[in-house]
Nanobody, 114 residues
Framework: QVQLVESGGGLVQPGGSLRLSCAASGFIFSINAMGWYRQAPGKQRELVADITNIGRTNYKDSVKGRFTISRDNAKKTVYLQMNSLNPEDTAVYYC????????WGQGTQVTVSS
């Protein structure tokens, strides 16, 4: 069955960095678009970044220049490198497989606080 397992979240100080990983299984990863979403307390889930099967990327305006989404098709993994983190980035981050797969991971907590 389709599985998406996120890792790499944690507590980081403002200005710090984290790298999230999402390991996929149960579908043909290399032909599927992937995305990272986040949901802060009391807010709707929002798209942070996505990447097509050929590596074309798209970012939420507030993370442009700070976050980088990438994928390793051999490892069936999508990454989100997050730099210059600020408290507004605090949220649960979810990995999503797009297209007809349309599956979510369980989420990983990212907390930016001093």
């Amino acid at each position: 069955q389709v599985q998406l397992v996120e890792s790499g979240g944690g507590l980081v100080q403002p200005g710090g960095s984290l790298r999230l990983s999402c390991a996929a299984s149960g579908f043909i990863f290399s032909i599927n678009a992937m995305g990272w979403y986040r949901q802060a307390p009391g807010k709707q889930r929002e798209l942070v970044a996505d990447i097509t099967n050929i590596g074309r990327t798209n970012y939420k305006d507030s993370v442009k220049g700070r976050f980088t989404i990438s994928r390793d098709n051999a490892k069936k993994t999508v990454y989100l490198q997050m730099n210059s983190l600020n408290p507004e980035d605090t949220a649960v981050y979810y990995c999503k497989a797009g297209g007809p797969i349309n599956a979510w991971g369980q989420g990983t907590q990212v907390t930016v606080s001093s």
